[in-house]
């Protein structure tokens, strides 16, 4: 049989692939490549040593639930840390509201599927996360883009996309937030936007999506830890729906990650998670649970804080050296650099030039719900070392310039 | 804000808990409770030296790969190791056909995504895997049901059952099988029925879903390696997607299973898999990798054969000698004996006194999509300890009588 295309869904004849996860696949096939392109902790940033004692602690207790299927909500002792990781992001939360993620992006699919049916309509920044919105879509929703600002979403345009939503006769059920150092753009939403999109949600009834894998990695020189505050612990509505991860400040290979909400929601959450794999991996579980207990977590924070800043350093300092035409915003922190590329440049075509000579982005156009954004270019700082970096920098300004 | 409900999706709002991950909750609650209702391996077969041998070198090592984001496909090498394993099952594949997935239920939602519009029809055994059933109906599949033989699905009930429902006007996408020592029966199918069905697909132009995680547990006393050649090992026609899993015989704690399919249906799998979790945990494919070069997987077949073949013989001996109403077929492989209650007796009512009495089960209902079998329990004698099934057994047995 050859023809299986008529045995696809609706749903699986659209499945389109991720362009960040497709230049993973070019960088699979190259190691000359410097790869700008995916946002990937630094290898060096893994606490080894602690991971192989607490692998053969955990080997060597033999534990019941540690090889197990467990239960689909998490590692109860988990539970218990993330609550507690929780209350230093002043977020006060009670087991019921808690559920353990394989990855966040995980979480982003399970809100999907308990929320949103066909043509539902999810507001997104313009940009915004591409895993949320490859989410969002598996069940229909339509995403509707609002404009940015240096501090973060546009609260005009909010509104203004709302009515004009709502204008057309469609619901809007929730908007979709990255507020610390936002992934493309690395923004930082202000304090002053997290509480007025608060009481703009409980206004207008609607759920925030806060979405916050990056809040540990603020860059100190610039950033406060108060500037990071989640809209969700200043939310008396409970409006707010929090994700959070492991991935960033432990490691993503343990696929370990967090949702945060009201009880009611979590248990569905639950329940489409039964679907979906059953459980998250206990032994990864176990792992993360014992570096949160012997305090390889906090010991983590500071340093990635000053090694993501120091990557920072070297890339803003090599894009000046190389007087690349670029002009960005330097980031307050996270994994990300993003820039506008000068007039008449087009990131995906510049992207196939780039490549040849050896350096990779993703096209800000990715980002984008509304198809436009072709001037901008994703460039991650995280995962290169510094040779690699500057390496990879002046690779780009030879491109721009040819 | 109380009022959740109006923000859940469709699908979100009929999500029902599964009767087996209920049962898990029971267990969970209460340690004197003996349970005879989740398919758990025994923690008493998990390898945990070899398993330490190996965290430990991976994590000596500082591989880039083992703590990081990973092909959505999965680890290669790992994918290499999975193709010999098809290879003992006399299947041969190439890469593209191949992709691990977050433990079996995983596959099982993935091609339900790629596959099921709302309104198709998947033909289901009757009784069938509880698991299956939840991920085929997430996208909306509708689940009619075929009755079984002592040897496997009845195929004159198959040709009823596929006339009857195109009568209606719907389309037969998929029919799904467990061919070896089936959850919840037990049941091994026979091999004249797997060679009739590849070519029933063919002539009906249907897709089977064969699905295999207790293919190595045949006990050799009554069941030989050849019974249980899967259907996929004689398909000419591309008409087979293979699901089996590393939960059974290495461990379930890691989440690592693998789906193989014809390469389109695997592109857009692979596709679908981004949008749920990106990958799956590169820490957990390592370790399953690690174990299959290093001979643990090989090693450990037999000795799960002889624990499980073992397992069965106590429980069928206390079966007898409590002289319980029950009657039932010998298991020939896997974790479960299915059998049927004393005319009057009902199994969902059953077991709350069983539950009183410390002992629980699953009850056949939960495995029918017709809204039968409330005659039937499934009692798994896989985890319990020997002596634990002889007095669970003891326990229900009061019940029955009392």
């Not at 808690?98 to 992006?105: D, F």
């Not at 609607?206 to 200043?234: G, K, M, N, Q, S």
């Not at 490549?355 to 990779?360: L, Q």
């Not at 901008?376 to 780009?396: D, K, M, N, Q, T």
Request: proline share 5%; aromatic share 10%.
């Amino acid at each position: 049989m050859k023809d299986y295309e008529r045995f696809f869904s609706e749903g699986g004849r659209v499945l389109r692939e991720s362009p960040i996860r497709k230049m993973g696949t070019v960088l699979a096939a190259s190691r000359e490549v410097i790869s700008f392109a995916p946002g990937y902790p630094a290898n060096e940033s893994f606490p080894w040593d602690d991971f192989r004692a607490i692998a053969d602690d955990l080997l060597t207790q033999h534990s019941d639930d540690l090889l197990q299927y467990g239960p689909t909500r998490g590692y109860r002792p988990l539970l218990d840390a993330i609550i507690d990781v929780q209350k230093t992001r002043g977020i006060n939360v009670t087991t019921d509201q808690v559920i353990v993620t394989t990855g966040s992006q995980q979480g982003l699919f399970l809100l999907a599927r308990a929320l949103f049916d066909p043509g539902d309509v999810v507001l997104v920044e313009l940009p915004s996360y591409t895993g949320a919105i490859t989410a969002f879509k598996s069940f229909g929703a339509d995403l509707v883009g609002v404009a940015q600002d240096d501090d973060g979403i546009n609260l005009e345009d909010l509104d203004r996309t709302l009515a004009r939503v709502r204008g057309e006769g469609r619901r809007v059920k929730c908007l979709y937030l990255v507020p610390n150092f936002q992934n493309p753009t690395g923004r930082l939403l202000s304090l002053e936007k997290r509480r007025a999109l608060v009481e703009w949600a409980e206004r207008e009834d609607v759920l925030i999506v806060e979405d916050d894998p990056y809040r540990d990695i603020y860059f100190t020189d610039v950033t406060t830890e108060a500037d990071t505050r989640p809209i969700a612990a200043d939310d008396p509505y409970g409006r707010v729906l929090y994700l959070s991860s492991f991935s960033k400040t432990l490691a993503p290979g343990f696929r370990t990650a967090w949702l945060v909400a009201p009880p009611v929601i979590a248990s569905k959450v639950e329940l489409a998670k039964q679907a979906i794999d059953l459980c998250t991996s206990g032994f990864d579980q176990q792992m993360v649970y014992q570096a949160c207990v012997r305090g390889v977590l906090a010991a983590q924070a500071p340093r990635l804080r000053a090694l993501y800043q120091h990557k920072r350093d070297v890339m803003v300092a090599a894009l000046r050296e190389a007087g690349t035409p670029l002009t960005w915003l330097d980031p307050r922190g996270g994994f990300f650099l993003w820039a506008r590329l000068p007039d008449g440049l087009h990131a995906d075509t510049l992207l196939e030039r780039a490549t040849a000579e050896g350096v990779i982005y993703v096209t800000g156009s990715a980002f984008f719900v509304d198809a436009t954004g072709h001037e901008y270019v994703r460039l991650s700082f995280s995962s290169p070392s510094e040779a690699r970096i500057r390496e990879g920098v002046e690779r780009l300004t030879r491109v721009m310039r040819s």
